[in-house]
T-cell receptor, first 118, second 117 residues
């Protein structure tokens, strides 16, 4: 079974600085997807960024980028120019590739609580 | 367009009572998921509906939990004879689930916070 580990329960960053959140996963599959979701106090899970395992190029979305190391099974999230609105729980998630409509649920890490100091 | 909606936002019930939680997915999304978010347990998968296929119930923690999806749209998660350990936030998500596979991003609702006294 696949597992996702986030080893940093809490992180803190100064506004305008850069922070990196760690995520490692365990799988025997070769095709899969990785996601970072943000959950503010409102509880709404918001997709931050996603990565297809077959792509060597790291995904980027504005101030958010990932460092995807497939061999090391590592998927870290870098937030540049941190803003107060970035404060939230961040969850790393794994999903198998779907062929023919098989199981598509996400497997989540336990999350990292990010605080942003003004 | 409208996102995933869930109701009620909060639910307080007494131990032993039955509760129903509702999820309205994004229009056109064929896949619907229920997750449970408990303190200290993170997010765990409960059940998955895909089109007209039989649901994947592999994540349901006990036979007190059931879910249905009517007309391929709205879903109801029912918890019978609630226990205190059922207290959690129940999140619903939906996705397009195109036949060709792909990232198939899941979009989440705001969740229902269930408190069992």
């Amino acid at each position: 079974a696949q597992t996702v580990t986030q080893s940093q329960p809490e992180m803190s960053v100064q506004e305008a600085e850069t922070v990196t959140l760690s995520c490692t996963y365990d799988t025997s599959e070769s095709d899969y997807y990785l996601f970072w979701y943000k959950q503010p106090p409102s509880r709404q899970m918001i997709l931050v960024i996603r990565q297809e395992a077959y792509k060597q190029q790291n995904a980027t979305e504005n101030r958010f980028s990932v460092n995807f190391q497939k061999a090391a099974k590592s998927f870290s999230l870098k937030i540049s120019d941190s803003q107060l609105g970035d404060a939230a729980m961040y969850f790393c998630a794994y999903r198998s590739e779907i062929y023919g409509g098989s199981q598509g649920n996400l497997i989540f890490g336990k999350g990292t609580k990010l605080s942003v100091k003004p | 367009g409208a996102g995933v909606s869930q109701s009620p936002s909060n639910k307080v019930t007494e131990k032993g009572k039955d509760v129903e939680l509702r999820c309205d997915p994004i229009s056109g999304h064929t896949a619907l998921y229920w997750y449970r978010q408990s303190l200290g347990q993170g997010l765990e998968f409960l059940i998955y509906f895909q089109g007209n296929s039989a649901p994947d119930k592999s994540g349901l923690p006990s036979d007190r939990f059931s879910a249905e999806r009517t007309g391929g749209s709205v879903s109801t998660l029912t918890i019978q004879r609630t226990q205190q350990e059922d207290s959690a936030v129940y999140l619903c998500a939906s996705s397009l689930a195109l036949a060709g596979g792909g990232p198939d991003t899941q979009y989440f609702g705001p969740g229902t916070r269930l408190t069992v006294l």
